[in-house]
């Protein structure tokens, strides 16, 4: 059977061919604030309300279902990212040519079976839409309910969501969900630090996301509240130090775009990197004689980490100066969820940071059908 096609943002995609009304529950009280280890839990009770499923076919002929209230975040628009198929090459990964050995061996096939979402430590929680795409893939009769949405914060020791249905649907799903949701939860909780410690200005991932996973890596930035950059090579012009090597030079580089772009009829945006001020005041320079396609300035470790812990900002703050709002502005390197608060009084536009995707800790989520017993587990070692 070939791959599964979902677009990769069901909302403005799918192609609506009927509407069924379905129950998810909404939170009902306020979670405590993030990363606050003390607090105690809370447990929401949760409440049914009501919701819409709306209903296509894909073009292998089978029913696609997706939530749309919990959708609270769409991910990014992306031309060729094939979202269905990076969940069914998860899935294949998993199953190999025998599919889960164990379940077939223990479970009898028309068991049903209740497992609820634990949240095993603070922060936010991401991948809630993407968990109900993965369950309507293994099985779509599984029912998926939460008392939380897409960027709303847990606590340790919350039962967040459940899922009910049939058992060996529910255990083959739940290691592709949890490793979904613990990755995308690891980012969002990272990024909603950074972005409230760096406020007014914005924060941004890179590209240097897990191979195969960019377009879910981006998603979790936005749903922990940042800005996308450039999604990959095609949507942006962004020239950076190797390019300007290449070229001989920042103002070369640039007025090779500015001509590749008018010959090929393009508008997209337009970013330059520069390392030094000297770089930078040439890229003014040049920019205020010319006509040009640029749009934003990268000040490229203009951060300067200090032997005790802190670093100098004088030289970012200078470069800021210099452009004077006439692009935009971006810092990079040396960004850390310890330096960002520093680094965003300058008045940087953007502040990017590898660090959200490239080595984020996982927030640790489970999902267990005894639930009594898991909290039990979970309190014996400080994880509930």
Not at 249 to 257: D, E, F, H, R
Not at 274 to 292: G, I, P, V, W
Request: overall charge negative; charged content about 20%; some cysteine.
């Amino acid at each position: 059977m070939p791959a599964l096609s979902l677009p990769f943002s069901p909302l403005r995609s799918l192609r609506y061919t009927s509407i069924v009304a379905a129950n998810i529950w909404s939170p009902s009280s306020l979670l405590p604030p993030l990363l606050r280890s003390s607090s105690r839990l809370v447990r929401p009770s949760l409440r049914p309300s009501s919701s819409i499923f709306s209903v296509s076919t894909d073009y292998v002929g089978r029913s696609v279902a997706v939530a749309v209230e919990s959708m609270a975040v769409e991910p990014p628009s992306h031309p060729t990212y094939d979202l269905k198929a990076v969940i069914a090459l998860a899935l294949s990964e998993d199953a190999g040519d025998r599919g889960d050995v164990t379940c077939l061996a223990i479970i009898p096939k028309d068991m049903k079976a209740e497992a609820h979402f634990i949240a095993k430590e603070d922060g936010v929680v991401a991948g809630i839409a993407l968990a109900e795409m993965i369950f309507n893939e293994v099985d779509h009769f599984l029912k998926v309910e939460w008392s939380v949405k897409d960027g709303d914060l847990v606590c340790k020791g919350m039962q967040f969501g459940k899922v009910y249905g049939n058992a060996h649907s529910i255990i083959v799903a739940e290691r592709i969900v949890l490793n979904f949701m613990q990755r995308m939860s690891g980012i969002a909780t990272l990024t909603k630090a950074m972005a409230d410690a760096a406020h007014p200005s914005c924060i941004l991932e890179t590209r240097k996301t897990a191979p195969g996973l960019r377009l879910v890596d981006k998603w979790a930035v936005l749903i922990g509240g940042g800005k996308n950059h450039r999604l990959g090579l095609f949507d942006m012009v962004m020239i950076k130090d190797n390019h300007i090597s290449i070229a001989g030079g920042v103002t070369n580089a640039l007025k090779s775009v500015d001509e590749f772009l008018q010959q090929s009829n393009l508008q997209m945006p337009v970013e330059v990197e520069t390392r030094t001020l000297e770089e930078l005041e040439e890229l003014l320079e040049f920019s205020s004689q010319n006509r040009t396609s640029l749009t934003r300035i990268m000040l490229d470790n203009m951060v300067v980490p200090l032997p005790n812990g802190d670093v100098d900002v004088s030289m970012l703050k200078d470069a800021v100066q210099l452009v004077n709002g006439r692009f935009e502005t971006e810092a990079s390197g040396n960004v850390t969820i310890e330096t960002v608060k520093k680094i965003g009084e300058t008045g940087v536009t953007y502040i990017s940071s590898g660090a959200l995707t490239h080595s984020v800790k996982a927030l640790d989520i489970s999902l267990k059908i005894d639930t009594e017993l898991a909290l039990q587990v979970g309190r014996r070692t400080n994880r509930a």
